[in-house]
């Protein structure tokens, strides 16, 4: 039986942070690139994203990534004293489909979040959306452009 879809069906990121999130993969490449999109609030509940902020990946590997610790508790500490959440976080795969693995599943710690998955697998990258709720993977839309 498949969880029912969380919501919310579709997401706008802007044309800016889409760039972003392409170029710190590319930069990071061999190894996957990992970091946070800052939101006004959660996208379950409408909020909008408002900017990438790319953090190191404490993994350096290009099957596996994992925020540094300090930088995630720094993020932590500045979207809150702002008022702002985690509206999304972000990773690369280097060569396999823009689709969580099963490790990214596990490692899901932040629910009210969309997943951004960027693939650098083909020659033009891949980037698509996701909500990972109790281990269940949704299929987010992502709108590129738009209201932001």
Same mark, same amino acid.
């Given at each position: 039986?498949?969880?029912?879809?969380p919501?919310?069906?579709?997401?706008?990121?802007?044309?800016?942070?889409?760039?972003?999130?392409?170029?710190?993969? @590319?930069a990071?490449?061999?190894?996957?690139?990992?970091?946070?999109?800052?939101?006004?609030?959660?996208?379950?509940?409408?909020?909008?994203a408002?900017?990438?902020?790319?953090? @190191?990946?404490?993994?350096?590997?290009?099957?596996?990534?994992?925020?540094?610790?300090?930088?995630?508790? @720094?993020?932590?500490?500045?979207?809150?004293?702002?008022?702002?959440?985690?509206?999304?976080?972000?990773?690369?795969?280097?060569?396999?489909?823009? @689709?969580?693995?099963?490790?990214?599943?596990?490692?899901?710690?932040?629910?009210?979040?969309i997943?951004v998955?960027?693939?650098?697998?083909?020659?033009?990258?891949?980037?698509?959306?996701?909500?990972?709720?109790?281990?269940?993977?949704?299929?987010?839309?992502?709108?590129?452009?738009?209201?932001?």
């Amino acid at each position: 039986m498949t969880a029912e879809h969380p919501g919310p069906d579709a997401v706008h990121l802007s044309v800016a942070i889409v760039q972003q999130l392409v170029d710190h993969a @590319r930069a990071e490449y061999p190894n996957e690139m990992c970091g946070v999109i800052v939101g006004d609030r959660a996208a379950q509940d409408g909020g909008q994203a408002l900017r990438w902020i790319p953090t @190191r990946n404490q993994a350096a590997s290009p099957a596996r990534y994992t925020i540094h610790p300090d930088d995630l508790y @720094r993020l932590s500490v500045d979207t809150d004293d702002a008022g702002e959440v985690f509206w999304g976080i972000a990773h690369s795969h280097t060569h396999s489909p823009a @689709r969580p693995s099963p490790t990214d599943i596990g490692l899901a710690f932040y629910p009210e979040a969309i997943y951004v998955v960027v693939s650098l697998a083909d020659d033009e990258p891949a980037v698509l959306a996701w909500r990972i709720v109790d281990d269940s993977v949704h299929a987010v839309e992502l709108l590129v452009g738009g209201p932001t």
